[in-house]
């Protein structure tokens, strides 16, 4: 469809014999759906060039008003109750090409335009999609269902609409293995194997479900999933690519997950934790969800530039996790094809516009964990302002030992003389250089802490007040550093807000030279005043603390009022272009914004766990369905727009969420457990010629889920089952072997360091994460860059993974091991050996045709190991008058060929 500039309605006509059929056609009472049956043609057809980018006529169909609305030729080309009125419908059976409708396209066949034709006789109404249409109790099926729970019955009656039947219950050590590695990602040990396997109690799979949601590796398992959505990254990418700490993030994703913490609550505490009533550490980490966003601070770019492309990131990132929603097309145009307009977009951002990070070098604010230091030295000026100061300098010192929060970064400044920005980063100043620091409060009760460094003496700083001829208020001596400074220095009592001017003196330097530089100055009421006992030794003991290297993690602050942004609309997505200001709001097409909630990051969190939002649940449903089944109930789970799959049991998506958030409380452990628990899943995964030709991709669940582990779960569960597998939980990201060369850092000098202290063996969610080279043999599984949110791991399947699990280090060296207990195991007689590594690595007793072909390959192997012994010895890593050398040797070739077996890299 294209121009309605010749519009011809004048009365009531029959256009043709075509459409007087079609009409005839319609008049059935079955009531056209909008959502399922309309728009999709109308997205099929007609939005391209009839919706929120182009409006071909004055003509479209994203929104009703606009769709009813007069286009160009003044006329309506939608009249409700009237098709054989309406352009619209007339232009879609033209049979002039230069009239007819889609004129760049096929034509619409005879049961689309009758769909179109029915629903304009109905009244046109628009309906909502259905991913927007708030969730109620959904009544389960009334079928007969055997060994099932309530998923089931709605499992079957789409089966028995389809003409299907259900597969068998999969045998008891394909469900053991199945649901190990779902729920943590590992396989089971050969302990939990044989006490499952000699368990013959009718609950002996429900006990196994409820003690791996125990296990502390659910929340590893989970996490790796998360971490895909939250970007999480040990590096901040860009050119520079730096390392940075985020690990206590990660950290904090596990825990939660295994306390099984609800999911509203985490949703409030990554969003939001800052801004809680009285936020722990631990809430304040949760924050660094949006902290994982990219930081450039490569010398000569723009801060602001690069602050404001987070805060963009940010936005696309929450809707996408949290609601499904493809908000990053309407930073530029109002949605396409979903009813979001182009100012929802900067409605959103200006929730997240206040936070006092602004892409600097440093990355405040920072949580400071000052106890991994001087645990003593803060209890001890804790307990000091306790005893001398009020509640309001108690609680600001707690806060500012925990966040360091610099108020005025270098580049708030302005007014050089002899000064400027240096890499557009730091205020580089020469002698009798200054700069102002515009409208700092002056209020008796605020020092001024300035971070430097500098490497000459006899450095000094002045501050004086209004002007660089004011009243000098401040001179401070600055000692000589090799690395950066923070000193404090009370401000006198001053009526108001004044401009400070910083003037640098030091007459021995070279007037040329830039010798001191500042990141950032803060104002704080931090202590009580001098005058009190002990001021000076508490004073020098919190600058010491300050100064020191705690552990720390970026974090979310929000700017006080007195610096709080004005949000602009930017005019087609260029943040340059400002247009008009917008105060921050949700999307009017979703659930209203909560009554009593501030309108902020905390306002905003609690919209989107209000029960009255539609899409939270369903979303977080629907992603735990898709890492389960390999499939969600809505495949797209990265799209819950009108673009995306409709879902293959839209009932049970909201018979779930529904009880997600009512029944469970919002307990992903609860939602899990009643997922594995269902016939569905406990389904034999094998599939008949009928069956993949009816459901090719087992949407319809006729069988059991059947596809490859994740990157990080086929790396686990090698280290697992040769026993290497480290388990321990937490701490700092680790180095595995890594082949040389793959870093090619750029000025930071930082390179791979290999652990070699057992470290090397820990689980795939704690190796490090450098966004611009991410782990390769992982990389070659499908696992994320992170440097944005990715919802949704499609699965390929290249030569270059054979290449990786057969010949990579880490799998050699896991197949050594396996195969030197096969050869304690199963002593001298080679297919013992064999028998034994595969029943360790798949909880089942091999075939006699594999054990064959596996035999062949052990006895080929040992042939050549014995003519070349020094290849042996490399293999094995050991000497090569080893005894039983060329047997070790062969059998690791047996073991790396099992760990190869599609049954073994294959969820099944």
């Given at each position: 469809?294209?121009?309605?500039?010749?519009?011809?309605?004048?009365?009531?006509?029959i256009?043709?014999?075509?459409?007087?059929?079609?009409?005839?056609?319609?008049?059935?009472?079955?009531?056209?759906?909008?959502?399922t049956?309309?728009?999709?043609?109308?997205?099929?057809?007609?939005?391209?060039?009839?919706?929120?980018?182009?409006?071909?006529?004055?003509?479209?169909?994203?929104f009703?008003?606009?769709?009813?609305?007069?286009?160009?030729?003044?006329?309506?080309?939608?009249?409700?109750?009237?098709?054989?009125?309406?352009?619209?419908?007339?232009?879609?059976?033209?049979?002039?090409?230069?009239?007819?409708?889609?004129?760049?396209?096929?034509?619409?066949?005879?049961?689309?335009?009758?769909?179109?034709?029915?629903?304009?006789?109905?009244?046109?109404?628009?309906?909502?999609h259905?991913?927007?249409?708030?969730?109620?109790?959904?009544?389960?099926?009334?079928?007969?269902?055997?060994?099932?729970?309530?998923?089931?019955?709605?499992?079957?009656?789409?089966?028995?609409?389809?003409?299907?039947?259900?597969?068998?219950?999969?045998?008891?050590?394909?469900?053991?293995?199945?649901?190990?590695?779902?729920?943590?990602?590992?396989?089971?040990?050969?302990?939990?194997?044989?006490?499952?396997?000699?368990?013959?109690?009718?609950?002996?799979?429900?006990?196994?479900?409820?003690?791996?949601?125990?296990?502390?590796?659910?929340?590893?398992?989970?996490?790796?999933?998360?971490?895909?959505?939250?970007?999480?990254?040990?590096?901040?990418?860009?050119?520079?690519?730096?390392?940075?700490?985020?690990?206590?993030?990660?950290?904090?994703?596990?825990?939660a997950?295994n306390?099984?913490?609800?999911?509203?609550t985490?949703?409030?505490?990554?969003?939001?934790g800052?801004?809680?009533?009285?936020?722990?550490?631990?809430?304040?980490?949760?924050?660094?969800?949006?902290?994982?966003?990219?930081?450039?601070?490569?010398?000569?770019?723009?801060?602001?530039?690069?602050?404001?492309?987070?805060?963009?990131?940010?936005?696309?990132?929450?809707?996408?996790?949290?609601?499904?929603?493809?908000?990053?097309?309407?930073?530029?145009?109002?949605?396409?094809?979903d009813?979001?307009?182009?100012e929802d977009?900067?409605?959103?951002?200006?929730?997240?516009?206040?936070?006092?990070?602004?892409?600097?070098?440093?990355?405040?604010?920072?949580?400071?964990?000052?106890?991994?230091?001087?645990?003593?030295?803060?209890?001890?000026?804790?307990?000091?302002?306790?005893?001398?100061?009020n509640?309001?300098?108690?609680?600001?010192?707690?806060?500012?030992l925990?966040?360091?929060?610099?108020?005025?970064?270098?580049?708030?400044?302005?007014?050089y003389?002899?000064?400027?920005?240096?890499?557009?980063k730091?205020?580089?100043?020469?002698?009798?250089?200054?700069?102002?620091?515009?409208?700092?409060?002056?209020?008796?009760?605020?020092?001024?802490?300035?971070?430097?460094?500098?490497?000459?003496?006899?450095?000094?700083?002045?501050?004086?007040?209004?002007s660089?001829?004011?009243?000098?208020?401040?001179?401070?001596?600055?000692?000589?550093?090799?690395?950066?400074?923070?000193?404090?220095?009370?401000?006198?009592?001053?009526?108001?807000t004044?401009?400070?001017?910083?003037?640098?003196?030091?007459?021995?330097?070279?007037?040329?030279?830039?010798?001191?530089?500042?990141?950032?100055?803060?104002?704080?009421?931090?202590?009580?005043?001098?005058?009190?006992?002990?001021?000076?030794?508490?004073?020098?003991?919190?600058?010491?603390?300050?100064?020191?290297?705690?552990?720390?993690?970026?974090?979310?602050?929000?700017?006080?009022?007195?610096?709080?942004?004005?949000?602009?609309?930017?005019?087609?997505?260029?943040?340059?272009?400002?247009?008009?200001?917008?105060?921050?709001?949700?999307?009017?097409?979703?659930?209203?914004?909560?009554?009593?909630?501030?309108?902020?990051?905390?306002?905003?969190?609690?919209?989107?766990?209000?029960?009255?939002?539609?899409?939270?649940?369903?979303?977080?449903?629907?992603?735990?369905?898709?890492?389960?089944?390999?499939?969600?109930?809505?495949?797209?789970?990265?799209?819950?727009?009108?673009?995306?799959?409709?879902?293959?049991?839209?009932?049970?998506?909201?018979?779930?969420?529904?009880?997600?958030m009512?029944?469970?409380?919002?307990?992903?452990?609860?939602?899990l457990?009643?997922?594995?628990?269902?016939?569905?899943?406990?389904?034999?995964?094998?599939?008949?010629?009928?069956?993949?030709?009816?459901?090719?991709?087992?949407?319809?669940l006729?069988?059991?889920?059947?596809?490859?582990?994740?990157?990080?779960?086929?790396?686990d569960?090698?280290?697992?089952?040769?026993?290497?597998?480290?388990?321990?939980?937490?701490?700092?990201?680790?180095?595995?072997?890594?082949?040389?060369?793959?870093?090619?850092?750029?000025?930071?000098?930082?390179?791979?360091?290999?652990?070699?202290?057992?470290?090397?063996?820990?689980?795939?969610?704690?190796?490090?994460?450098?966004?611009?080279?991410?782990?390769?043999?992982?990389?070659?599984?499908?696992?994320?860059?992170?440097?944005?949110?990715?919802?949704?791991?499609?699965?390929?399947?290249?030569?270059l993974?054979?290449?990786?699990?057969?010949n990579?280090?880490?799998?050699?060296?896991t197949?050594?091991?396996?195969?030197?207990?096969?050869?304690?195991?199963?002593?001298?007689?080679?297919?013992t050996?064999?028998?034994?590594?595969y029943?360790?690595?798949m909880?089942?007793?091999?075939?006699?045709?594999?054990?064959?072909?596996?035999?062949?390959?052990?006895?080929?192997?040992?042939?050549?190991?014995?003519?070349?012994?020094?290849?042996a010895?490399?293999?094995?890593?050991?000497?090569?008058?080893?005894?039983?050398l060329?047997?070790?040797?062969?059998?690791?070739?047996?073991?790396?060929?099992?760990?190869?077996?599609?049954?073994?890299?294959?969820?099944?």
């Amino acid at each position: 469809m294209r121009y309605f500039s010749t519009l011809r309605i004048t009365g009531i006509l029959i256009f043709t014999t075509g459409i007087s059929i079609l009409l005839a056609a319609c008049h059935s009472h079955r009531k056209v759906d909008f959502s399922t049956e309309v728009k999709p043609v109308l997205n099929k057809h007609c939005i391209s060039c009839h919706g929120g980018v182009k409006q071909n006529g004055g003509f479209s169909v994203l929104f009703r008003e606009e769709a009813l609305g007069i286009t160009k030729s003044g006329k309506r080309a939608i009249i409700p109750g009237h098709p054989e009125q309406s352009e619209f419908i007339r232009r879609l059976t033209c049979k002039d090409p230069k009239e007819r409708m889609p004129q760049k396209g096929e034509p619409l066949t005879a049961a689309e335009i009758e769909i179109l034709t029915k629903w304009v006789e109905q009244g046109a109404e628009w309906g909502e999609h259905w991913a927007y249409i708030p969730l109620k109790p959904v009544a389960v099926p009334d079928i007969n269902v055997t060994n099932g729970n309530e998923i089931d019955h709605f499992i079957q009656a789409r089966l028995d609409k389809e003409g299907l039947k259900p597969a068998p219950e999969a045998d008891k050590m394909t469900l053991l293995r199945r649901v190990s590695l779902d729920l943590t990602g590992l396989p089971p040990t050969p302990e939990m194997a044989s006490r499952f396997a000699a368990n013959k109690n009718p609950d002996a799979y429900t006990q196994l479900v409820d003690s791996l949601l125990q296990s502390p590796h659910y929340g590893e398992r989970w996490a790796s999933m998360w971490l895909d959505l939250a970007r999480y990254s040990d590096t901040k990418g860009y050119e520079r690519d730096v390392s940075r700490q985020m690990w206590q993030y990660r950290d904090w994703v596990i825990d939660a997950f295994n306390k099984d913490m609800p999911y509203d609550t985490f949703t409030i505490a990554q969003l939001a934790g800052d801004l809680l009533p009285d936020a722990t550490n631990d809430q304040l980490i949760a924050t660094a969800f949006n902290r994982n966003t990219m930081s450039n601070d490569e010398g000569g770019t723009q801060d602001e530039e690069f602050r404001t492309a987070a805060v963009m990131d940010r936005v696309s990132t929450t809707m996408d996790v949290f609601q499904g929603i493809t908000i990053a097309c309407v930073q530029c145009h109002s949605h396409p094809y979903d009813p979001f307009h182009f100012e929802d977009y900067y409605k959103l951002l200006a929730f997240l516009n206040n936070t006092r990070d602004e892409d600097t070098h440093m990355e405040h604010p920072k949580l400071r964990l000052y106890d991994s230091v001087s645990t003593a030295a803060v209890k001890e000026i804790n307990t000091w302002v306790a005893q001398y100061g009020n509640n309001a300098q108690q609680q600001d010192i707690q806060e500012f030992l925990k966040v360091l929060e610099p108020k005025v970064h270098a580049h708030n400044c302005d007014d050089y003389t002899n000064g400027a920005l240096v890499d557009t980063k730091y205020l580089g100043i020469r002698h009798n250089g200054s700069c102002r620091l515009p409208k700092q409060p002056l209020d008796g009760k605020t020092q001024l802490f300035m971070n430097y460094w500098t490497g000459t003496k006899g450095d000094v700083v002045e501050f004086r007040l209004d002007s660089l001829k004011g009243k000098t208020i401040i001179t401070q001596q600055l000692a000589p550093t090799t690395g950066r400074q923070v000193i404090s220095m009370p401000l006198p009592a001053i009526s108001g807000t004044h401009d400070l001017y910083l003037v640098f003196r030091n007459a021995a330097i070279n007037p040329a030279d830039v010798v001191c530089s500042v990141e950032w100055f803060a104002f704080r009421q931090d202590m009580p005043g001098k005058g009190k006992p002990g001021y000076e030794k508490i004073n020098t003991e919190m600058m010491s603390v300050i100064n020191k290297n705690p552990t720390d993690v970026p974090v979310m602050i929000e700017n006080p009022p007195s610096m709080q942004r004005t949000t602009n609309v930017f005019e087609r997505g260029n943040w340059l272009v400002k247009g008009k200001a917008v105060t921050p709001d949700v999307p009017h097409s979703l659930n209203p914004f909560p009554a009593n909630a501030p309108r902020n990051r905390l306002g905003l969190a609690q919209w989107m766990t209000d029960t009255k939002n539609p899409l939270t649940a369903r979303v977080m449903v629907n992603r735990c369905w898709e890492q389960l089944f390999g499939t969600g109930i809505v495949e797209t789970i990265e799209d819950f727009g009108s673009q995306g799959f409709l879902p293959s049991h839209p009932e049970l998506l909201d018979f779930l969420s529904y009880k997600f958030m009512h029944d469970y409380k919002w307990s992903m452990k609860s939602l899990l457990r009643e997922i594995v628990l269902s016939a569905a899943y406990k389904q034999d995964s094998k599939t008949t010629p009928a069956e993949e030709e009816k459901d090719p991709a087992n949407r319809l669940l006729a069988r059991g889920p059947h596809f490859r582990l994740t990157a990080e779960e086929v790396r686990d569960q090698a280290l697992a089952v040769s026993g290497l597998l480290n388990r321990h939980l937490h701490g700092p990201s680790i180095m595995p072997y890594q082949p040389e060369g793959i870093w090619q850092t750029v000025w930071s000098g930082e390179y791979w360091k290999k652990a070699d202290d057992g470290n090397q063996y820990r689980r795939a969610v704690y190796v490090f994460q450098k966004r611009t080279s991410p782990y390769p043999s992982m990389l070659s599984f499908d696992g994320s860059s992170r440097e944005v949110c990715l919802q949704r791991r499609i699965r390929t399947n290249t030569p270059l993974q054979a290449l990786v699990t057969l010949n990579d280090p880490v799998y050699v060296e896991t197949a050594r091991t396996l195969a030197l207990h096969m050869q304690q195991n199963g002593g001298t007689d080679a297919a013992t050996c064999i028998r034994w590594g595969y029943q360790t690595a798949m909880y089942k007793t091999l075939p006699e045709k594999k054990l064959a072909a596996l035999q062949t390959l052990y006895s080929q192997a040992l042939q050549q190991y014995r003519k070349d012994t020094a290849a042996a010895a490399k293999l094995v890593q050991c000497k090569d008058n080893t005894p039983q050398l060329a047997e070790l040797a062969a059998l690791t070739i047996v073991a790396n060929a099992i760990m190869n077996l599609d049954e073994f890299l294959t969820k099944s």
